[in-house]
């Protein structure tokens, strides 16, 4: 068996954001650099005050895109940790990992209590970064453990049993 004991908190969401948000980085700084030539090639083609204007406009929103999604996800994600109590109160979690399935228990002060037991087709995907696993049970929500907190067996074990578990290509190791 392995088993992990760690808490959802707010460094667990962060962890799973700046790994989303790594992904994206490059598709926003594409974005930008594409608006930018674009506006390079308004000026130096601009016939006349209007299209030099609109060359001005599309550098300046190809300098400042990627700054402000960053910004605005930043935002997003202090609004996120202020509206959830999960995240907000430490919540206990221990996962355990065997041959069967996989067993998950939620605690936090007296208020809250959860207990899931399934087998490997409860997850969505799951992926492998050096410090951490993210394991999806559906497009957009995320069980997140840090590696750092395994108590029983070792995470080339848990990789051994995910590989011959899941389906092929619903197990990914990133090398990050």
Same mark, same amino acid.
């Given at each position: 068996m392995i088993e992990f004991k760690t808490q959802l908190d707010i460094n667990a969401q962060r962890a799973l954001n700046k790994?989303?948000? !790594?992904?994206?980085? +490059?598709?926003?700084?594409?974005?930008?650099?594409?608006?930018i030539i674009i506006g390079g090639i308004g000026i130096v083609?601009?016939?006349?005050?209007? %299209?030099?204007?609109a060359g001005i406009t599309l550098i300046a929103v190809g300098l400042l895109f990627t700054p402000l999604l960053m910004l605005i996800n930043s935002i997003g994600q202090k609004s996120l940790t202020k509206s959830a109590p999960y995240l907000n109160k430490q919540t206990k979690e221990i996962y355990r990992f065997s041959q069967d399935g996989f067993e998950h228990l939620q605690?936090? =002060?007296?208020?809250?209590?959860? *207990?899931?037991?399934? %087998?490997?087709?409860?997850?969505?995907?799951? @992926?492998?970064?050096s410090t951490h696993?993210?394991?999806? +049970?559906? =497009?957009?929500?995320? *069980? @997140? @453990? %840090? !590696?750092? *907190?395994?108590?029983?067996?070792?995470c080339e074990e848990l990789d051994e049993i995910l590989i011959k578990k899941l389906p092929v290509g619903k197990f990914k190791k990133i090398k990050r």
């Amino acid at each position: 068996m392995i088993e992990f004991k760690t808490q959802l908190d707010i460094n667990a969401q962060r962890a799973l954001n700046k790994f989303m948000l !790594k992904k994206l980085l +490059v598709v926003f700084g594409i974005f930008s650099l594409v608006l930018i030539i674009i506006g390079g090639i308004g000026i130096v083609m601009s016939e006349d005050s209007s %299209d030099y204007s609109a060359g001005i406009t599309l550098i300046a929103v190809g300098l400042l895109f990627t700054p402000l999604l960053m910004l605005i996800n930043s935002i997003g994600q202090k609004s996120l940790t202020k509206s959830a109590p999960y995240l907000n109160k430490q919540t206990k979690e221990i996962y355990r990992f065997s041959q069967d399935g996989f067993e998950h228990l939620q605690k936090r =002060d007296e208020s809250f209590y959860s *207990h899931t037991k399934a %087998d490997y087709t409860y997850f969505y995907k799951i @992926i492998s970064t050096s410090t951490h696993y993210f394991m999806y +049970v559906s =497009d957009r929500q995320c *069980h @997140i @453990i %840090d !590696k750092s *907190h395994i108590t029983q067996g070792s995470c080339e074990e848990l990789d051994e049993i995910l590989i011959k578990k899941l389906p092929v290509g619903k197990f990914k190791k990133i090398k990050r």
